[in-house]
């Protein structure tokens, strides 16, 4: 048997089952049935006063028409409600979407996460090894001077200048491409390896400070003591600057003047000794002046 509508109005409000497109479908009819009633009810009210009826018709009619008014205004509560009940369902049912959808997403994510973890490895080894050997056969062509269209551009149907037509080409082995496993560097082109230890900062630092030694240690090598006489000096300054040391240890060297525009025959020579580099001695003897290696500087040494 059939549910009445208010039986069917009573259960959209208080089964928990009901589905939004029910209630949806269900406020027209209630609508309809509480304009039917609203309309019964003016006319049964306006029979209730109609002097042209019996008395016993006129309180039969005044009685239809109270209760299709009282009917007529349950229906419109239950509209209300309906309505009330149809947002709550519509916003249970889009929360359930929604919720649905996120797990469904995220279990799509995780299994191309699977699939990029179990297949991406094996697809970036493949292509370095392709390009690698695209690459070294480009080489071996130059060096065999083979002026040939590349591998790729072979395969792909392009030209010895990578262009189709007026349009060019961007090259395979040009690409950079990330490794999967190395999260900071580069599958393609492969990175310049270095050391496993200098991949540690303090192994790192270590190296920079033992490179640095050693250079202090070179360039104290470098200044040696030597002994130079003025001679004739072709150019025309009275003096030049030159570099100098009185100890190898001293942090920056100093710079003296050095007279040099004696003449052949003229004044006794002067001489000098320092602490000098070969390149200053060599820049010296270019200079006019008698340059020699000396095991010591003496005691007479110009300061």
Not at 1 to 11: H, L, P, Q
Not at 82 to 92: I, N
Not at 112 to 117: D, F, K, T, V
Not at 208 to 234: C, D, I, V, Y
Request: hydrophobic share 40%.
């Amino acid at each position: 048997m059939a549910k009445s509508i208010g039986e069917r109005v009573n259960s959209a409000l208080t089964e928990p089952r009901t589905r939004a497109a029910d209630i949806e479908a269900l406020i027209p009819e209630v609508t309809a049935e509480r304009d039917r009633l609203a309309a019964l009810a003016e006319q049964a009210s306006g029979d209730a006063v109609n002097f042209g009826l019996g008395e016993s018709d006129r309180d039969e009619a005044s009685a239809k028409a109270d209760k299709a008014r009282r009917e007529a205004e349950m229906l419109c509560r239950a509209i209300d409600q309906l309505g009330d009940r149809l947002g709550e369902k519509l916003a249970s049912e889009t929360r359930k979407t929604k919720e649905r959808e996120r797990a469904d997403v995220i279990a799509e994510r995780d299994a191309l996460a699977a699939r990029l973890r179990s297949e991406w490895p094996e697809i970036e080894a493949k292509i370095v090894e392709l390009l690698t050997a695209v690459r070294a056969n480009d080489e071996r062509m130059r060096a065999a001077g083979v002026y040939e269209a590349s591998a790729e551009a072979e395969a792909r149907g392009c030209d010895g200048m990578f262009r189709v037509g007026v349009s060019s080409v961007r090259r395979l082995t040009e690409m950079k491409l990330p490794s999967f496993d190395r999260l900071a560097e580069l599958a393609w082109p492969p990175p310049a390896r270095i050391d496993s230890y200098a991949l540690d900062l303090e192994d790192i630092r270590a190296k920079q400070l033992e490179a640095a030694e050693k250079a202090r240690l070179a360039e104290l090598a470098s200044w040696k003591p030597h002994r130079f006489t003025t001679g004739f000096a072709h150019q025309s300054g009275h003096y030049i600057e030159v570099k100098t040391k009185l100890d190898p240890s001293e942090p920056t060297p100093t710079v003296v003047p050095i007279y040099n525009t004696r003449r052949v025959h003229e004044d006794p020579a002067e001489t000098y000794e320092y602490l000098i580099t070969a390149a200053t001695a060599e820049r010296l003897r270019g200079l006019g002046f008698t340059v020699e290696r000396i095991d010591a500087l003496g005691p007479e040494k110009v300061q």
